[in-house]
Structures are given as structure tokens and as C-alpha cells.
Antibody, heavy 119, light 112 residues
Framework: EVHLLESGGGLVQPGGSLRLSCAASGFTFTSYAMSWVRQAPGKGLEWVSTISASAGSTYYADSVKGRFTISRDNSKNTLYLQMNSLRAEDTAVYYC????????????WGQGTLVTVSS | DIVMTQTPLSLSVTPGQPASISCKSSQSLLHSDGKTYLYWYLQKPGQPPQLLIYEASNRFSGVPDRFSGSGSGTDFTLKISRVEAEDVGVYYC?????????FGGGTKVEIK
């Protein structure tokens, strides 16, 4: 059974940093691209970033480019999101998502971790 | 970026009655490989999204057969043949043919 468990969320001041982690199990982690998708309170879903299976390619939404860094440790089956220069508008639940292997389809989502950016 | 437009914004449905949600994309989601890269998700209250339909018309593992997806090109529909109480939540369509992934605004389904 696929399991994705996010951690690292919390309250941070504007301009601060956080590192999110996503521990994956139940599938061959090294074979699949992974993404972060966020959801602001009461709002819809917004793609944040994607990393290829080998970590050779990364992609970012314009809203986070230059501030966030996606990475993965395939030896630990773990996905990361380093978030710097955080802004109030980054407040959201951040979901870790597994791609299906068929283009960019997403088949599994983690439970999410809440990031609140506030003074 | 591909813009995804969902209608209606909300639906109130009597249990046992059908429901239908529309999703339109600003560009064709039909790939040269013959597949159509449109996904449907249900986000139940307080939970992450869960996959219902992939590649426009394929039910994901464990999804009840009352859910069906159809459409091609830029126009898509999710149908629930007989709505049950457990189907409440927000339904999203998502295109996966290119990055950035983009989602419809969501359709909230409630039970009358």
C-alpha cells in the first residue's frame, strides 16, 4: 500500500524558512517523479514543484521560483521542499504527491502538512 | 499554462439521483500517444484528494462503478450515476499533459 507522510510544517514569520519532508513507502520510490501541491485555507489546489525520478530535473511554479527548492534522497525514500523567504501568501496545506508514471498524472497524495506564515 | 474551468460551482443532490460535473480545458489534452491526460479527484472534508478517474475515462483501483468519466479534446464530464452520502466533498479536474499541473476550481457536492 502506498503511503506518503509529510512533516515539517508549522508557524513561521515572514521572511523565514522551513523544510518539509515526505517519507514514502509501499512503492519503488526511485521509479517515480514526485511533486508538492498546496492548498491555501478554503481554496483550491495549486501545483508548487516537481522532481523527476532520478532528481535530474526539477520544475517550479513561477510563484515560488527562486525561493523554494525541491530535492529527494532516493536512498531514504524521502522527498523534500526547502522553503525560503516565506510570505503570507505561502500559507497553505502542502501535499506530497506521487506521479503515476503516465506523463504527469498523480495517483496518490499524502495527508498534508500545514505551513502558516504570520508575524 | 492550460486553464481548467469547472462547472457548476456547487451541486445539491438527493441520494440515489445522478450528478454531472463539467470540465473544460483551454488546450486539447489529447496526446500523440492516443491518451487523454485528464484526471478527476474527490477531496472529502478534512482529507487529501483521492484519485477517481485517470486519462479521462479509466476508473482508479477501488473506485465504485457509479463513477464514470467521459470526454475528449477539451471537454470532459464526470458522472455519478446514483449519489451516495459518502460522495460529498469537492471534485477537481486536473490536466497532466504538461507542467505546470493545473486544476479546475472545484465543484462542491452536497446531499439534500
Amino acid at each position: 500500500e502506498v503511503h506518503l507522510l509529510e512533516s515539517g510544517g508549522g508557524l513561521v514569520q515572514p521572511g523565514g524558512s522551513l523544510r518539509l519532508s515526505c517519507a514514502a513507502s509501499g512503492f519503488t520510490f526511485t521509479s517515480y517523479a514526485m511533486s508538492w501541491v498546496r492548498q491555501a485555507p478554503g481554496k483550491g489546489l495549486e501545483w508548487v514543484s516537481t522532481i523527476s525520478a532520478s532528481a535530474g530535473s526539477t520544475y517550479y511554479a513561477d510563484s515560488v521560483k527562486g525561493r523554494f527548492t525541491i530535492s529527494r534522497d532516493n536512498s531514504k525514500n524521502t522527498l523534500y521542499l526547502q522553503m525560503n523567504s516565506l510570505r503570507a501568501e505561502d500559507t497553505a496545506v502542502y501535499y506530497c504527491a506521487k506521479h503515476s508514471g503516465s506523463y504527469w498524472g498523480v495517483d496518490y497524495w499524502g495527508q498534508g502538512t500545514l505551513v502558516t506564515v504570520s508575524s | 499554462d492550460i486553464v481548467m474551468t469547472q462547472t457548476p460551482l456547487s451541486l445539491s443532490v438527493t441520494p440515489g439521483q445522478p450528478a454531472s460535473i463539467s470540465c473544460k480545458s483551454s488546450q486539447s489534452l489529447l496526446h500523440s500517444d492516443g491518451k487523454t491526460y485528464l484526471y478527476w479527484y474527490l477531496q472529502k472534508p478534512g482529507q487529501p484528494p483521492q484519485l477517481l478517474i485517470y486519462e479521462a475515462s479509466n476508473r482508479f483501483s477501488g473506485v465504485p462503478d457509479r463513477f464514470s468519466g467521459s470526454g475528449s479534446g477539451t471537454d470532459f464530464t464526470l458522472k455519478i450515476s446514483r449519489v451516495e452520502a459518502e460522495d460529498v466533498g469537492v471534485y477537481y479536474c486536473m490536466q497532466s499533459i504538461q507542467l505546470p499541473l493545473t486544476f479546475g476550481g472545484g465543484t462542491k457536492v452536497e446531499i439534500k
